[in-house]
């Protein structure tokens, strides 16, 4: 399992060494709640854009090296894409099914050779996870990855954090 934002930033190594830039975003299937591939940004006096399906990906660490090819993306088309990038999701409300609000998504955690998002990270502001801790939302078939809010069943919610300032004094 990784975080998105463990991956955001990672350089990108092709098959011969060569550094091809860096992670800047990822591109999710919001029906399947899956991470289909990430956007990278190339290096260079003129940068440019590459889309590297998860597929292609063959190992994860400090950079990420990847396999195969890398498809060339202007930013028009980037742009037409919204609600379609990672970072068209962070920041948004989560929801319970009856309504509940949850907190704003932080991160997501996915399986990195298949893609499928496994959970939410989702922060109520740095007091609250101060205080009580951030919420870790298990996605399931019914978690739904909407334009304007993430709508997930309300008994898929636990707490992440177990450690917060609450239970240290309690």
């Not at 994860?60 to 396999?67: G, M, V």
């Not at 922060?123 to 919420?135: I, M, N, V, Y």
């Amino acid at each position: 399992m990784k975080r998105f934002l463990d991956v955001k930033g990672c350089s990108v190594v092709d098959y011969n060494g060569r550094v091809r830039g860096t992670v800047e975003d990822s591109v999710i299937d919001p029906r399947n709640n899956r991470i289909c591939s990430f956007i990278v940004s190339g290096r260079g006096v003129i940068p440019s854009l590459f889309v590297v399906p998860l597929g292609e990906i063959e190992h994860y660490s400090d950079c990420i090296i990847s396999k195969g090819r890398f498809y060339r993306i202007n930013k028009l088309a980037l742009k037409k894409s919204r609600g379609l990038a990672a970072h068209d999701y962070i920041g948004k409300e989560v929801i319970t099914n009856k309504g509940e609000l949850i907190g704003n998504l932080a991160d997501i955690i996915f399986d990195e050779k298949v893609g499928n998002i496994k959970a939410l990270i989702c922060t109520r502001g740095f007091f609250e996870d101060f205080l009580h801790g951030r919420k870790l939302i298990i996605v399931d078939g019914k978690t739904v990855l909407g334009n304007e809010k993430i709508i997930i069943e309300e008994g898929n919610l636990d707490i992440i954090n177990d450690i917060s300032f609450k239970k240290l004094m309690g």
